[in-house]
Each structure stands twice: as C-alpha cells, then as structure tokens.
C-alpha cells in the first residue's frame, strides 16, 4: 500500500459522527459512568509488555470505544502499521522507513531497506557496543596516564541527548560502581562549565553523539571539551582514548578528529528522537552495563509485538493514540501531561515532549495540504507527586482541559518509610479526584459538619467546588526496570505513530526546526564584536535589529537602542 494521504479526515463519516458523539458525552460525567457499570475498570484496562493501562477514567463508554475504532479503521490504522514494520517509506519527505523498532528486532528478523537485510549491521553494531562496554567497564580500555575510566560526559542535544539521558537517570539503581554519566547538550557555556569543573581528564570518556554531525551545539562543546583535554594533561597522540563518536556522518566525524575505529554508525532510517536503542544508547550502556541494555531493548521489542499483533481494541498504543486524538479533536485539549510518580522517571516528560511534538508538530498532511484540525498536543509534565504542590490546581479547577498519564510502578527500588504506599495512594487519589471530583453541595455540607458559619460556608462552597469529569490514563508496572522501561518508551513511540497516522502526518520528519537555525548563522554574524557597518544586515526588523543593538552595547552600559 502506498503510504500516502487518504480523503481528507474532516470529511469522513466516523469524524463526524465522532463529532457528533462528543456533544452527546459533553455532558455526561464520570461518575454516572462508572456509577451504571460497577465493571468499568476491568473492561477498560489490560495489560501488555509488562504494563498495566487503566483507562477507565477517560470520557467514554463503549460505543465511544466503538466509533474511535471504527475511525482508526476508515483511515487505514492497521495497513498503516503494518507499513511502519514492513519497511514502507513512512518518513514521505524524506523518502525514508523509520526502523527504529529493527534496533530491538530478534536478531534472525529480517527488515530490508533498498534490498538488503539491515540486521546483520544492526548486531555488529551491538556487538561492537558490547566490546567497548566491556573494555571500558573492565578497566581494559584505560585513559592516557593508565588509569581506569571514572566519568563518562555524553556530549549531545535532542534526541542525542534526552533519550540516553532519561534511560540512564531512571536505571540509577543499575549503575556501575566506578562509572558515573554526565550530558552536555546546551550551547550555554554554563552546561559544560558546570561538567569539566568535576571530572579528571586522566579519567574521562568523552561520547560526541551525533547522527549529523553538524549541530552546532555539540560541535561547540566538542571542541570546548578537546581543548580542555589538550591543556589538562592530554595531547593530540591520546585524543583516541578518550574520544568516541556516535554518528550517521563518518566522513564528518573523522575530520573532526575522531579515529575510525572510535565511530558507533548510526542509520537514515533511525529519527533522533527515536534513537536511544542505537549506539547513542552507548552512555546508558556503559553504566548500566550491556545485559541491561539488551533488557531495555527486549521490553521494547515485547511492546512492539504487541502493537503489531493485537486487535485495534485491545491494543494499548492504540488506545493511547485514540483517546488523544479524542480530547486534541472532540474536546478541545491542547494539552496532555505526563505525570510519572516515580523519581528515576523524572526525566520521562522531556523525552516525550521532544519524541511528540517533534513528530506530530505539524500542520500538513502528506500531501502538502493544511490539515483543518489539530494535530499534536503541548506536551508537559512532572513527577508525582511534587506536581501536586506545583500545577495540579489547575488541572481539578482550572477552565482548561489538560488529559493526564499517571505513571505509577508498584515496587520502589528505595524502600524508606512509609514513602511508596503514601506515593502510590496520592496518585491514585490524584486520578479519583479528577473523576470524581466534588460538587458544591457537597462542599457546602463537608464545612456545615465541621461546624463552619452557614453564612461563611455559603460564600465558600463554590470556590471549594471541584467539577470532575477530568481524564486521566494510569499506568502501572512492577517496578522500574530495564525491561518495564523498555515497554513503556515504545508504548509512546508507537502512540505518537497512531496519531501521526491518524492525522495524516509525517510523523519522522522536522523540518520546522530548519528557519531558526538558518536565521541563527545571520544574527550570529551581526553579534561579532567590532562589526564594520558594511556587514550590518539592514532590512531586519525592529524588534530584532534592537535587541541586538542592546547585546552589541552590552558592555557600554548603554541600554537604550537609538
Ligand atoms: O534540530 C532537531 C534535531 O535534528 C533533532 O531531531 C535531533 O535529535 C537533534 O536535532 C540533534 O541532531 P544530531 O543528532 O544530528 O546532532
């Protein structure tokens, strides 16, 4: 099947009946809900890959379920992911396949691209993982006085850097003794500042990771990081141990001055977002050691299964992605939250803010027209249950619609006090009050009984009133593995897919972040200090031509632009 737009959305008949239904369930609550079906959570959750998904809390009964399904059906969900695993060019602008799910492939599957079996590279190249982990963890590869690695500094921005990053915080329990991870991503020189002030460059791996090579802010704190190595005791002859590469982009990588051998490949057919499986899993890898890294691939791999196999109604992707494009559509939510009540998952909203965003950010279809619905959500988020104490107000009486995941494990890694059964119980009490909420009247009557004046009780009933009928997913899991994170990550990945295929998108692109950082080479040139008029660029406009008058006086003193 050619992967390529189909009828416009807004015209289809399950859209508009979907429409239509939305008004029908605008003002049934909740708590009606699950009042008529004492079974509602048994017939709204399941579980899969190891993950338990409770969606009983959202705004719909069966024949809701019934109609999304019957959508995702008219707009060919299921060939569309059979295409995803085929190989199809899904990435249309690009021409490309997006085969990030061959990186957690058994390893006798065989995913061609142009013909050939990719496979076989995608397994030396974890193989060859496996050796430099070895090495590194097992003191054989030392640095240029002889000492073991202590520190390794991964060296990255976006998907080059949020994914390992995430992977690595929220498998702590899983380092290495000796081995410590530190990121480097921002442009701000503060970032890696803050990183060479602690670490030894006797005892530091460096991992420059990424799939261009040419992103201007790792290339930046690349070279700020070789001369702190050249003037800290290193030279030209040792570079090679203590500078590794991950990239798509040899040729620029070696003229950077990485040798060869110190190249981990990365593929077209990989998105960065989608990228943390690959070697620029290599800083996850080395703390966490490669069995584990082989564990997070195969949890991946179990929820790829799963996606792939099961029916549109017990598919838990499926069921994410539907039930998003259920509140973006029909309801009005601009927004979704990612709220993981778990410490190590802090870092899980960052890496499904880009993952999303980055992916379903987009405003055409494939076929170049403007689509006239939304399409992906603002995505934020933070752990429970500090949100609690921060935005949660907003989301049991604000104006606003704001659907939320609960990420919850039922095991800590940390069993201190009475921390886990409190943290459990305020997530689930989070989701309940979100449903169930509390009506006026029943404000009113809770401050009478505590013997609160008529008169005072009266005046603040409505402000204590809190509506309810807020959706919310839970996710629950044994406890944070390599495994359970690998399944969780992968739910995401292919949810952002459903809904990218729903809406007609390309989804592996992202060609909205080219402007700024065209836009960024001119402006950068007009900061230069002693800029001669004749470079001034002069038809900018007024705001920026006077901010950067402000930057240019900067050290004049001088605020006021003329
Ligand atoms: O500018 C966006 C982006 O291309 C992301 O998609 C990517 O993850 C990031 O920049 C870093 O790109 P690279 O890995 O090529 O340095």
Not at 41 to 57: E, M, Q
Not at 376 to 383: L, Q, S
Not at 477 to 484: I, V
Request: proline share 5%.
């Amino acid at each position: 099947m050619a992967y390529e737009s189909l009828p416009p959305l807004t015209a289809n008949t399950e859209w508009q009946a979907l429409t239509s239904h939305a008004r029908d369930m605008a003002n049934v609550h909740m708590r009606e809900l699950f009042h008529q079906d004492p079974g509602r959570f048994s017939r709204f959750s399941l579980t899969a890959a190891g993950l338990t998904l409770d969606y009983s809390k959202n705004r719909v009964r069966d024949d809701s379920l019934a109609q999304l399904f019957a959508l995702a059906r008219s707009r060919q969900l299921p060939q569309r992911i059979e295409s995803l695993f085929l190989g199809e060019q899904v990435n249309t602008t690009e021409q490309r396949p997006a085969l990030h799910f061959a990186l957690r492939a058994p390893a006798n599957a065989s995913i061609t691209v142009d013909g050939e079996n990719i496979m076989p590279q995608v397994q030396a190249t974890l193989d060859r993982m496996e050796s430099f982990v070895w090495r590194v963890r097992s003191t054989q590869w030392r640095g240029f006085s002889n000492k073991p690695f202590t520190d390794v500094v991964s060296i990255g921005i976006g998907g080059s850097f949020l994914g390992p990053k995430l992977v690595s915080a929220s498998l702590k329990p899983y380092w290495h003794g000796r081995l410590n991870c530190h990121y480097v991503a921002n442009i701000d020189g503060s970032d890696i500042t803050e990183v060479l002030r602690h670490i030894d460059p006797e005892t530091t791996l460096f991992l420059i990771q990424s799939k261009s090579f040419g992103t201007q802010e790792t290339l930046e704190n690349t070279k700020v990081a070789r001369e702190w190595f050249l003037h800290n005791g290193g030279c030209e002859q040792t570079i090679g141990k203590h500078f590794v590469a991950v990239t798509a982009n040899d040729a620029a990588a070696r003229e950077f001055g990485i040798e060869a051998d110190n190249i981990f490949p990365m593929w077209d057919w990989v998105g960065g977002r989608y990228s943390l499986w690959s070697a620029i899993g290599l800083p996850t890898a080395l703390t966490i050691g490669m069995d584990n890294f082989r564990a997070l691939l195969a949890g991946a791999q179990h929820m790829d299964r799963h996606f792939r196999t099961a029916p549109l109604e017990q598919n838990m992707p499926v069921i994410l992605g539907l039930l998003g494009v259920w509140y973006s559509n029909f309801f009005g939510a601009d927004t979704h939250a990612v709220l993981p009540y778990d410490h190590y998952l802090r870092g899980l909203p960052a890496h499904i803010q880009q993952l999303d965003m980055e992916s379903n950010g987009k405003r055409v279809r494939l076929d170049g027209q403007a689509v006239d619905y939304q399409t992906g959500p603002i995505i934020w988020g933070g752990v429970g249950a500090n949100g609690q104490h921060a935005y949660h107000q907003l989301l049991h009486q604000g104006t606003r619609l704001a659907p939320a995941d609960f990420i919850m494990p039922l095991k800590t890694h940390n069993p201190v006090g009475d921390h886990h059964r409190i943290l459990f119980a305020n997530g689930l009490s989070q989701t309940q009050a979100l449903m169930h909420g509390k009506t006026e009247d029943e404000a009113l009557k809770e401050m009478l009984d505590a013997g609160v004046p008529p008169a005072d009780a009266k005046a603040l009933a409505p402000h204590k009133a809190i509506p309810g009928n807020k959706p919310s997913n839970t996710l629950l899991f044994d406890k944070t593995t390599p495994e359970t994170l690998g399944a969780l990550i992968a739910l995401y990945e292919h949810k952002v897919f459903v809904q990218g295929a729903l809406w007609d998108l390309d989804s592996f692109d992202q060609w909205g972040v080219e402007l700024g950082k065209q836009l960024g080479k001119d402006i950068l040139s007009q900061l230069q200090p002693d800029l001669p008029k004749a470079g001034r660029i002069k038809a900018l406009d007024s705001s920026t031509a006077g901010l950067i008058e402000l930057y240019r006086r900067r050290d004049s003193g001088c605020h006021d632009p003329d």
